[in-house]
């Protein structure tokens, strides 16, 4: 695991002269090493977070044997062992043993085709200096960053944005385009950053920077092909794919280990390490009630006998972290439950340099709740839509099941935006001081239209792992493990599980309104009794209870900043803080978006005090 810069000079001169003050800024996502590569118009940069090949023969940039191709890459391949060998009996020379220089001879086997080859988690790119280019890719999920830039002197790509406020000619600017969909999703949408002039390069997606143009192509596509075959041939090939897959992401000359909630899905992956032998384990809650998984997780720890720690964090340290956690982030990330990760993340670093962990599994097999709402809408989607949207405007408020029915008279296209929905259009309009802006559906439009031959469960899953999961599941994840120099892999998102996973029958996905289905059945052997029907929480915050008080004032403040009527109603903003407050509403995922975008807005752009 590392972090790069690739910098194309379009000047003819050398317009970044000091790359080792440029990585200086993603250091922590290498701490362990550095170099840097000044060749033709190109400049690269690269730190190095050691886990395969501890040498100095790993070192990046990388070249060939004969100088014409130069690689900068984060991530990790998990085949990368059976591609090598494949590539020695074809001549290829290997100077390490790492699994970036895989990539490399890959690229010179078979150009720009070699992505597809690729197992695990990646971004790079390579200098092919024969063609006088850029050629690179990121993983099929997202898993990994990559961004990049472009300006009438360079063209940039880097695994954190913030690199590129260190390069010259660059100013830090609010994309304000992108502020909207933020206050819907709580993240920014992909390819859009928050930062204008900044983007980036799509998941499945390769690249190729030549002469002042780029072109992406997608090499992969996310697809789900249901297939009717036995329930316990489902569970069977379940078991294989995933067991295979955690075998492989265990590959590393370093120690590892895994986090662990309460949930299913992080003691499926430790009870499978443990099958392997001893297994590290790591958790953190809160002190508030109903807001911690330490106990379950705790269970589930004696239950397989793992080496567990745990951490209890407190609304003071949550607070005083979080600017720094916001600058980590590069783009502003409003889920709380990120910052849990954090300290998981720091706590698990001083022991292991790499952990497991269970993203990924809720998109790939169906397990958000969220995933049921087509289920309990069946009753009514027999009848015909215009009879129950009649229905809906004529049933009296005060009754119950006038929520139900405006459900049902909504097409999943327009209701679900993902699984983080938190400002509305008509809540927009009212707190956002430009009028004119472009609706969410902009966003999961096209998207519903690729899926439009699946059900509606499906074609959430699909919105889902096109925005939430890679715009903020996986964005939380890599920031904030490598905010603590600690790699994270994430076995579910492995392409051959979720190949198989595409594969399941709805009615095992989900069934007697358990979510997930074959997942949990498949390992009931393996896991506690208890985790196996427990709910999904994921690490939930206290966030609505320190609103109202250990946070209250000082959110208060930050929010009163004048610096935040350039783009807001302040008025509104203060309504929105006084009722939450005061407990006549529960406001806590609007008002922890605005926090965070301050946070954001003061770090990288300057003007809020």
């Given at each position: 695991m590392c972090g790069f810069i690739s910098v194309w000079d379009k000047t003819g001169g050398r317009i970044v002269r000091d790359l080792d003050t440029v990585t200086e800024t993603f250091k922590h996502r290498g701490p362990d090493d550095y170099d840097s590569l000044y060749l033709g118009p190109v400049a690269m940069g690269f730190r190095r977070l050691r886990i395969i090949d501890l040498s100095a023969r790993g070192r990046q940039p990388m070249l060939n044997e004969d100088g014409t191709l130069v690689l900068t890459f984060n991530g990790e391949i998990y085949n990368y062992l059976a591609l090598r060998d494949d590539l020695l009996r074809k001549g290829h020379v290997f100077r390490s043993e790492s699994d970036s220089e895989v990539v490399l001879h890959l690229y010179e086997e078979e150009g720009e085709e070699c992505v597809k080859k690729l197992r695990g988690m990646f971004a790079f790119c390579v200098y092919d200096q024969k063609r006088n280019q850029f050629f690179g890719a990121r993983d099929r999920f997202g898993i990994k960053p990559l961004f990049y830039t472009e300006t009438a002197e360079f063209f940039a790509l880097a695994s954190e944005a913030k690199a590129f406020t260190k390069l010259p000619s660059f100013e830090a600017r609010l994309n304000e385009a992108?502020?909207?969909h933020y206050l819907t999703f709580q993240y920014v949408p992909e390819p859009e950053t928050m930062f204008a002039g900044v983007y980036k390069v799509p998941p499945a997606h390769s690249f190729v920077w030549r002469a002042g143009n780029l072109t992406m192509t997608r090499y992969w596509q996310v697809s789900f092909s249901p297939q009717e075959r036995p329930l316990e041939d489902i569970l069977a090939g379940t078991r294989d794919v995933l067991r295979e897959a955690v075998r492989l992401h265990t590959q590393?000359?370093?120690?590892?280990?895994?986090f662990l909630s309460g949930g299913i899905d992080s003691t499926i992956i430790?009870?499978?390490?443990?099958?392997m032998g001893p297994v590290?384990?790591?958790s953190v809650g809160y002190e508030e009630e109903g807001y911690s998984e330490l106990s379950e997780a705790a269970e589930t720890a004696r239950y397989l006998d793992t080496n567990h720690e745990e951490y209890v964090i407190r609304p003071e340290e949550y607070w005083r972290d979080l600017p720094n956690l916001v600058w980590h982030f590069d783009d502003p990330v409003a889920d709380p439950a990120a910052i849990s990760l954090y300290y998981v993340a720091r706590m698990a670093s001083k022991k292991i340099t790499v952990t497991?962990?269970?993203?990924?599994?809720?998109?790939v097999f169906g397990g958000y709740g969220i995933y049921k709402e087509p289920g309990d809408l069946m009753p009514l989607a027999r009848?015909?839509?215009?009879?129950?949207?009649v229905a809906h405007k004529l049933w009296p408020g005060f009754l119950p099941g006038k929520n139900y029915l405006r459900r049902a008279a909504t097409p999943v296209e327009k209701r679900f935006f993902g699984n983080a929905f938190i400002f509305s259009e008509e809540e927009k309009m009212k707190l956002l001081k430009q009028k004119k802006f472009k609706p969410a559906t902009v966003v999961t439009a096209p998207l519903y239209r690729q899926a439009a031959n699946y059900d509606d469960v499906t074609k959430m899953q699909y919105i889902d792992l096109h925005t939430w999961m890679v715009g903020d599941i996986l964005v939380k994840a890599d920031k904030m493990t490598m905010a603590n120099s600690l790699e994270l892999r994430v076995p579910f998102l492995d392409h051959h599980v979720f190949e198989f996973a595409s594969t399941i029958p709805l009615r095992y996905r989900i069934k007697g309104g358990?979510?997930?289905y074959a997942l949990r059945q498949a390992f009931v052997d393996v896991v506690p009794p208890a985790a196996v029907n427990r709910p999904k929480r994921g690490f939930p915050v206290p966030t609505r209870v320190w609103l109202r008080g250990p946070l209250a004032k000082q959110v208060a403040e930050l929010l009163g900043d004048s610096a935040l009527g350039q783009y807001f109603n302040r008025s509104y903003i203060r309504t929105l803080v006084a009722d939450h407050r005061d407990g006549r509403a529960d406001h806590s995922r609007k008002i922890w978006v605005l926090v965070i975008f301050a946070l954001w807005l003061r770090q990288f752009i300057g003007k809020i005090k």
């Open positions: 992108a502020l909207p590393a000359d370093v120690p590892w280990g895994a430790v009870g499978l390490l443990r099958e590290s384990t790591f497991l962990s269970g993203e990924g599994a809720d998109e009848l015909p839509q215009p009879l129950v949207t358990l979510t997930k």
